[in-house]
């Protein structure tokens, strides 16, 4: 918590700040760039009304312009570090406008939201990228920037001289009186709409187009409404980057550590366990059908059962490894001890994952291919790559995991956002029902998972029925064809709007006409 507090300002300093003054040869560029940051605000007010699509990556590029122009490309380029996070941060907006699956767009968006501010104050911290305690200094500088600079908003938008004005400061009322009285009546209006018939029908006497416009109208100052609110934050998140005032590198304290005795003792008791479940893993995996079977258990339900929970499993292994390497002192038998026993686990975990592995392909074999299936198979990868370098660091005690992790899980996550899953998964889905292996395919899911799997869908017998949702939880029966025709529909409706515009959406659509 330390470097929490040392990044947040603190009473005197937000006290004094309202004392500061822009330099006025350099006022003309801080007017510049508050108003590219109200331009970059509207933008981002807007981004809260629109569905995914092309309109987040613009956001995002939108937002590294502004940076460069308020900032300097010097600071975005001058680290390493920096370099790379601009790159995977622009590659994982770039997927908005490729992409249609909703869930890998929520993903992003979160990873974004974490990367975007961590890439933000990436050269005020003090502590290295690879250091773990890095992530809590860059949040408090995070938010420092937002709050600890709202006077320079002000500064740059009222010159010094003019500020005593009474004129100046009644026009700036009424400005954001205005603002705040149609935001408020365009918000209330369809609650009052919904609240009393009466009401309702009364305005269904006026006239349609006047509604339109006034609808349209007080939507536009929502978002200026918005778009003033979130431009004081933004610019002094921008002050605090082109002035920037680096911690000075933390002392480092030893860490906190005990007797590795502890660790020996837990370490031996899980490495049992795990030596005795992987024998019984080993007599199903190798008895095969006939074996399992025997014991009272149907193949089929011991193949599709377990993998997410060995899955679940490595990951409390890796935390088990790390923190003894970690915590415990190195001295003694006990030390060497714990090295072998965290040695021994990592093995062991790598053989529960090709065991989870196996069985998943097993499942896979029998129902063929899903998304969440896929994301397991990474998820399985990834995890192997960790636990390979947990081994390496009971081997080598002053291995930095996170000096590994960290860029390996960006990649990771980059590759998998660059493979078809969604298509894949059609592909395996219909080929199997084409020859026969299944007796079913899953049409609904298919077609509601993205765009991608149109494609794929239409190798299938138009006429034949599917189950489609009509939005009240309720079921009917329709044509294959029909159900397609929907689906272009709403890829011609996103690509219609530059905003909500994917490529997948257009490949979707084609020349398609409603």
């Not at 490309?73 to 680290?79: A, N």
């Not at 992987?278 to 008895?287: E, P």
């Not at 021994?344 to 299936?373: D, P």
Request: aromatic content about 14%; glycine content about 8%.
């Amino acid at each position: 918590m330390d470097e929490l507090k040392n990044a947040l300002p603190s009473e005197g300093s937000l006290a004094c700040a309202q004392k500061r003054k822009l330099p006025e040869e350099s006022m003309a560029r801080y007017r510049r760039n508050l108003l590219l940051t109200l331009g970059f605000c509207l933008l981002l007010a807007d981004a809260l009304n629109w569905p995914w699509g092309m309109g987040n990556t613009v956001t995002v590029f939108a937002w590294y312009l502004l940076l460069a122009l308020a900032v300097g490309r010097e600071e975005l380029f001058r680290r390493r570090e920096s370099r790379v996070l601009l790159g995977v941060n622009l590659a994982l907006a770039s997927t908005f406008a490729l992409t249609s699956n909703p869930l890998f767009r929520w993903w992003n968006f979160l990873v974004l939201a974490a990367l975007v501010p961590l890439h933000a104050v990436s050269g005020l911290g003090s502590r290295p990228w690879w250091d773990p305690r890095m992530l809590l200094e860059r949040c408090g500088l995070f938010f420092q920037g937002l709050f600890g600079n709202l006077w320079a908003c002000f500064a740059a938008a009222v010159p010094e001289g003019r500020k005593t004005e009474k004129r100046d400061g009644r026009t700036l009322a009424v400005v954001l009186g205005l603002c705040g009285a149609v935001a408020l009546v365009s918000f209330l209006i369809p609650v009052l709409v919904s609240a009393d018939a009466l009401f309702a029908a009364s305005l269904e006497r006026l006239n349609w187009n006047f509604q339109f416009r006034m609808l349209h109208f007080g939507d536009l100052f929502q978002r200026l409404f918005w778009a003033l609110a979130f431009t004081p934050f933004v610019f002094s998140l921008l002050y605090a980057m082109a002035h920037p005032k680096r911690l000075c590198p933390a002392e480092e304290k030893k860490g906190l550590r005990v007797d590795a005795l502890g660790f020996v003792l837990a370490l031996a008791a899980v490495d049992g366990l795990y030596l005795a479940f992987l024998a019984v893993q080993s007599a199903g995996l190798f008895g095969g059908p006939e074996y399992v079977e025997s014991l009272g258990v149907s193949y089929a339900e011991w193949a599709r059962s377990g993998f997410f929970q060995m899955v679940g499993v490595t990951v409390l292994n890796l935390s088990l490894t790390l923190a003894s390497l970690c915590f415990s002192r190195r001295e003694g038998r006990a030390w060497r001890a714990l090295r072998q026993l965290c040695g021994l686990l990592a093995g062991e975990s790598l053989i529960l994952l090709a065991s989870a592995a196996w069985k998943m392909t097993l499942y896979v074999s029998a129902y063929g291919l899903s998304f969440k299936r896929c994301m397991t198979y990474w998820g399985m990868i990834m995890m192997a790559l960790f636990l390979l370098a947990g081994l390496w660091k009971a081997l080598r005690p002053d291995f930095r995991f996170c000096k590994w992790a960290f860029p390996v899980a960006l990649a990771g996550w980059l590759v998998i956002n660059c493979v078809p899953v969604d298509y894949l998964v059609a592909k395996n889905q219909v080929d199997r029902y084409l020859k026969g292996e299944s007796p079913t395919v899953s049409v609904n899911y298919l077609a509601w998972l993205s765009f991608d799997t149109l494609s794929q869908l239409e190798r299938l017998d138009g006429s034949r029925l599917v189950s489609d949702y009509d939005g009240n939880w309720d079921y009917h029966k329709t044509t294959l064809s029909e159900e397609l025709n929907s689906r272009r529909v709403s890829a011609w409706a996103q690509c219609r709007d530059w905003r909500t515009w994917s490529l997948s959406a257009c490949l979707a659509a084609g020349g398609f006409q409603p």
